[in-house]
T-cell receptor, first 116, second 114 residues
């Protein structure tokens, strides 16, 4: 149990377009989900905390108008990269906090975004 | 804010060798400490955790002890296997108003050869 999926697993887009990434908790409900960014050979950087039914909380330095987060249900959060540029190319990972398992965070497999 | 410093990799070992990956942290309050593992092509998985000083987390032969006096949480395994090849992350979880926010170390790539 406690599986988190992400879709798509990889995406290539043209500069200037927008890309939506979905994060789903498949067998549990999550009031809180997190979005991370991972650069090659580097650590994960927390971008924002997504709370169901309310606005996301962004970390310092993360542009909220650039990275739109929506957490419309207890099993789905979406990250939309708007007007993507090559520097947005990265590996995006989400996690979902499961209250039934001591608030442990379960991670999705990640989405590789490449902006041409 | 919190920060985590991990031993730089990559680490290459032969099967059955002893493994240590050092990790030190800075944090306010009483953080929980974790080791996460990322196997090739898979998502991050919790390997072990410790929630208070002197706790020892263990799983799959891996161990780490929460040392508040040295602010360390070193990962050890007595005899590694090829299947342990992965990226290992030392992680600190914030408490208080930032409850649940994770701060990751830079990750250590481990490769185990037969």
């Amino acid at each position: 149990g406690a599986v988190v999926s992400q879709h798509p697993s990889w995406v290539i887009c043209k500069s200037g377009t927008s890309v939506k990434i979905e994060c789903r908790s498949l067998d549990f409900q999550a009031t809180t989900m997190f979005w991370y960014r991972q650069f090659p050979k580097q650590s994960l950087m927390l971008m924002a905390t997504s709370n169901e039914g309310s606005k996301a909380t962004y970390e310092q330095g993360v542009e909220k108008d650039k990275f739109l987060i929506n957490h419309a249900s207890l099993t789905l959060s979406t990250l939309t990269v708007t007007s993507a540029h090559p520097e947005d190319s990265s590996f995006y990972i989400c996690s979902a906090r499961y209250s039934g398992r001591n608030n442990e965070q379960f991670f999705g497999p990640g989405t590789r975004l490449t902006v041409l | 804010g919190n920060s985590v410093t991990q031993m730089e990799g990559p680490v290459t070992l032969s099967e059955e060798a002893f493994l240590t990956i050092n990790c030190t942290y800075t944090a306010t309050g009483y953080p929980s400490l974790f080791w996460y593992v990322q196997y090739p092509g898979e998502g991050l998985q919790l390997l072990l955790k410790a929630t208070k000083a002197d706790d020892k987390g263990s799983n799959k032969g891996f161990e780490a002890t929460y040392r508040k006096e040295t602010t360390s949480f070193h990962l050890e395994k007595g005899s590694v296997q090829v299947s342990d090849s992965a990226v290992y992350f030392c992680v600190v979880s914030a408490g208080g108003t930032s409850y649940g926010k994770l701060t990751f170390g830079q990750g250590t790539i481990l490769t185990v050869h037969p």
